[in-house]
């Protein structure tokens, strides 16, 4: 190894620098950091008067933000608000209030290969074709095999499709 590369362990194990440290402030004052990483900006912030002070500051707001006195929505807040929205600025933005289907219940996530009719036919006859040969036991052992991969296609489509029917109804009445 020379001079230039780093060993990913000792990027775990280097002091803090200061843009990092400023830069993940939030998490530390947060307590979502794991404790290696905290402990290297406990150390940084105790040797860095600079960094402690913005610490300090960010603390300071937090702190004031959460002494603030709660206050309570009007009763009719969502009437004004829905009254200043144009009809059809409201209804330009149904795409973003509809929840979305999961990407893979959409219908081009499967490939088109895989979609396609003449794959999901020939699937299935060579399925058939597989599962009569084992039953009257003629043909080679891997025969069920080249059965059972012949209604992936189909199932796959049925599956995906049964999906978007299942979460549908969800979200219509959501």
Same mark, same amino acid.
């Given at each position: 190894?020379?001079?230039?590369?780093?060993?990913?362990?000792?990027?775990?194990?280097?002091?803090l620098a200061c843009p990092d440290c400023r830069e993940g402030?939030?998490?530390?004052l947060d307590g979502t950091l794991d404790k290696k990483l905290?402990?290297?900006?406990?150390?940084? %912030?105790?040797?860095?008067?600079?960094?402690?002070?913005?610490?300090?500051?960010?603390?300071?707001?937090?702190?004031l933000l959460e002494n603030l006195p709660r206050h309570e929505?009007?009763?009719?807040?969502?009437?004004? @608000?829905?009254?200043?929205?144009?009809?059809?600025?409201?209804?330009?933005?149904?795409?973003?209030?509809?929840?979305?289907?999961?990407?893979?219940?959409?219908?081009?996530? %499967?490939?088109?290969?895989?979609?396609?009719? @003449?794959?999901?036919?020939?699937?299935?006859?060579?399925?058939?074709?597989?599962?009569?040969?084992?039953?009257?036991?003629?043909?080679?052992?891997? %025969?069920?095999?080249?059965?059972?991969?012949?209604?992936?296609?189909?199932?796959?489509?049925?599956?995906?499709?049964?999906?978007?029917?299942? @979460?549908?109804?969800?979200?219509?009445?959501?």
């Amino acid at each position: 190894m020379n001079g230039k590369q780093q060993d990913p362990g000792q990027e775990r194990t280097r002091p803090l620098a200061c843009p990092d440290c400023r830069e993940g402030l939030q998490e530390y004052l947060d307590g979502t950091l794991d404790k290696k990483l905290s402990l290297r900006f406990f150390l940084h %912030l105790r040797d860095c008067g600079s960094c402690q002070h913005e610490y300090e500051q960010l603390q300071g707001l937090f702190e004031l933000l959460e002494n603030l006195p709660r206050h309570e929505a009007p009763a009719d807040f969502d009437e004004a @608000i829905l009254a200043s929205v144009p009809y059809a600025a409201y209804r330009a933005m149904e795409p973003l209030r509809r929840e979305r289907v999961p990407v893979y219940l959409e219908e081009h996530f %499967l490939p088109r290969l895989v979609r396609s009719p @003449i794959t999901r036919l020939t699937g299935l006859a060579v399925a058939a074709v597989g599962v009569g040969a084992a039953l009257v036991s003629a043909g080679p052992d891997w %025969l069920p095999v080249v059965a059972v991969v012949g209604v992936v296609p189909e199932l796959l489509v049925r599956l995906q499709g049964l999906g978007r029917r299942v @979460i549908a109804p969800g979200r219509a009445e959501g």
